[in-house]
């Protein structure tokens, strides 16, 4: 299921479907993306680079938070290196909202290749509504 809030938001968002995201689920404050990593996003290590991967969960972010329905944007995220994805690669980010309180809240994104399970990165954010 993807909520009305998030797939108006989706349609609108040309970086996350230019890097060939797709959006499975968004609803109830959870969100699930898959991205295939490209060529044109390895470094010159032949690894994503860590910035698409921060992309990847940022986007998941922004659908979980964005689920319930109020305009609301990042205040903040951090994001930890586990393992390294490769050209080709299909990456899968689950996000979760863990609390929220007053207008403020916390998620977190794990990002997976799917093929194995491997963890890739974990990333939490912080989300802000803003006021209409």
């Known amino acids: 299921m993807i909520a009305a809030s998030v797939k108006r938001m989706w349609d609108d968002d040309a970086a996350s479907r230019k890097l060939g995201m797709e959006l499975h689920a968004a609803a109830h404050g959870e969100a699930r993306l898959t991205m295939r990593v490209s060529s044109d996003m390895v470094n010159g290590h032949g690894m994503c680079h860590g910035g698409y991967l921060f992309l990847l969960a940022d986007s998941a972010f922004a659908c979980a938070c964005n689920s319930p329905g109020p305009v609301t944007v990042a205040a903040g995220g951090d994001i930890t290196f586990v393992a390294s994805a490769r ?46």
């Open 87 to 132: 050209e080709n690669d299909v990456l899968e980010a689950i996000a979760i909202e863990r609390t929220v309180y007053g207008r403020s809240g916390v998620y977190d994104v794990t990002i997976t290749r799917p093929t194995d399970g491997r963890v890739i990165a974990e990333f939490r954010g912080r989300s802000r509504v803003l006021r209409s």
